[in-house]
């Protein structure tokens, strides 16, 4: 029971919010994203009465762009570690894993390979849209992992940090501020991928009478 409230907390609560900060990081650069987002919300809110349930949320397709898009630039780690349960040799070549060999998925240089995702850099969540997905590899973005041994919480993940980008995009608006690094650095020293020396920004409240 201690093991998996650790987990809860270590794995659930950190990384989610993370995620959540990097995304208003990058929406205060990209106003006019921010603007479109707030505006989706909006839209739901007016929809549903302002009674938002997990399968409203599922519906919000630009939030889902944003969060696939910021995880991407910013995954809660660099590599996944798995070891081979039999031997295996790739087809039509000469390379073989061997049974037991311990493998390094290094998934957030594949996340900025410009091969695979021109200008990297660039914050773009249409990189996300139907077309652009079925034109890449599903192996290509990892951020959960894949297969029997992905991430188990990627559930709660998600709607834990939609429903946080929900809730303060509604009322407030993110900006930078002159304590506000650009460009984003990793701390190296850090355990999960996070910002060196914290990220800074203004937020203000949204007048709504």
Not at 40 to 58: F, S
Not at 92 to 119: A, C, M, W
Request: with cysteine.
């Amino acid at each position: 029971m201690v093991s998996q409230a650790y987990a809860f907390f270590a794995a659930g609560f950190e990384t989610s919010s993370t995620a959540m900060t990097n995304a208003f990081y990058e929406l205060a650069l990209n106003q006019k994203i921010q603007d479109r987002l707030r505006d989706e919300i909006d839209q739901e809110y007016i929809k549903h009465a302002g009674n938002l349930t997990y399968a409203n949320i599922k519906e919000m397709n630009y939030l889902d762009k944003i969060f696939k898009e910021v995880l991407r630039k910013y995954p809660a780690a660099r590599f996944y570690t798995r070891r081979t349960m039999s031997s295996y040799t790739f087809n039509g070549t000469k390379v073989s894993i061997p049974k037991g060999q311990k493998i390094l998925f290094p998934f957030h240089d594949i996340h900025r390979d410009p091969n695979i995702y021109p200008e990297p850099d660039v914050f773009d969540p249409e990189r996300f849209n139907e077309e652009a997905v079925r034109s890449r590899h599903p192996m290509v973005y990892l951020p959960f992992g894949d297969g029997p041994r992905n991430c188990i919480g990627s559930r709660f993940a998600v709607y834990q940090t939609k429903l946080g980008l929900i809730k303060i995009l509604r009322n407030y608006k993110v900006e930078p501020c002159e304590k506000t690094q650009v460009p984003y650095a990793f701390d190296d020293k850090h355990f999960l991928l996070a910002p060196k020396g914290g990220i800074y920004l203004r937020i203000l409240k949204i007048n709504r009478d």
